[in-house]
Nanobody, 121 residues
Framework: QVQLVESGGGLVQAGGSLRLSCAAS????????MGWFRQVPGKEREFVAAISQSGRTKYYADSVKGRFTISRDNAKNTVYLQMVTLKPEDTAVYYC??????????????WGQGTQVTVSS
């Protein structure tokens, strides 16, 4: 089992940048594919980005492609989401997630508590 703790959220103006971090517990972090999701109140949680165990394979939602970058440091048990050119519609609670096996855009087993990102216009 893995426990996930997100950090780095906050309030930023449109066009600004933020970097989210997700620290994972345990010694088997490199066995997990990692993902970022986001949710707005009243809407379903949506996929944002995912990265394979090695970091070589990455997936992005169309809405963030070219603006967000997912990366990981297996030595630090941490996955990152670098967000640039933020838009008000990026406002949401962002969740980190983990799953054993091949990277996908859904079906994650472990979730963090979320971190709020608010983009003002």
């Amino acid at each position: 089992q893995v426990q996930l703790v997100e950090s780095g959220g906050g309030l930023v103006q449109a066009g600004g940048s933020l970097r989210l971090s997700c620290a994972a517990s345990g010694r088997t972090f490199s066995e997990y594919s990692m993902g970022w999701f986001r949710q707005v109140p009243g809407k379903e949680r949506e996929f944002v980005a995912a990265i394979s165990q090695s970091g070589r394979t990455k997936y992005y939602a169309d809405s963030v492609k070219g603006r967000f970058t997912i990366s990981r440091d297996n030595a630090k048990n941490t996955v990152y989401l670098q967000m640039v050119t933020l838009k008000p519609e990026d406002t949401a609670v962002y969740y980190c997630a983990a799953r054993r096996g091949v990277v996908t855009t859904s079906l994650y087993d472990y979730w963090g508590q979320g971190t709020q990102v608010t983009v003002s216009s």
